[in-house]
């Protein structure tokens, strides 16, 4: 079993940066491609960034390319969000998929997720 832990969400003005955190702990985590997701009030949850096992290859959703980058490092993946908007106000969350090389861009490919995190810009 895999614990994901999202941490970093928050209040932020418009144009603003925010950093998430995601620390997986639990079984030997090799392998596994990691995702971010989010879910507005009233919207369906959408992945924002994927990364695979090796970091070689990530995903980004149009509405946010060339604002976040994913990244991570050893147990750790990371979401930076710049020059947020309100309509990134939304839960976010990590998921991970064992085994697997590549991104995986189909939620219900997960096998795991975080409690997620909240991040809030105003309007």
């Known amino acids: 079993q895999v614990q994901l832990v999202e941490s970093g969400g928050g209040l932020v003005q418009a144009g603003g940066s925010l950093r998430l955190s995601c620390a997986a702990s639990?079984?030997?985590?090799?392998?596994?491609?990691m995702g971010w997701f989010r879910r507005a009030p009233g919207k369906e949850r959408e992945l924002v960034a994927a990364i695979s096992w090796t970091g070689d290859t990530r995903y980004y959703t149009d509405s946010v390319k060339g604002r976040f980058i994913i990244s991570r490092e050893d147990a750790k993946t990371y979401l930076q969000m710049n020059n947020l908007k309100s309509e990134d106000t939304a839960t976010y969350y990590c998921?991970?998929?064992?085994?697997?090389?590549?991104?995986?861009?189909?939620?219900?490919?997960?096998?795991?997720w975080g409690q997620g995190t909240q991040v809030t810009v105003p309007s």
């Open positions: 998921a991970a998929r064992r085994l697997s090389m590549g991104i995986v861009t189909n939620q219900y490919d997960y096998d795991y």
């Open positions: 639990g079984r030997t985590f090799s392998r596994y491609a």
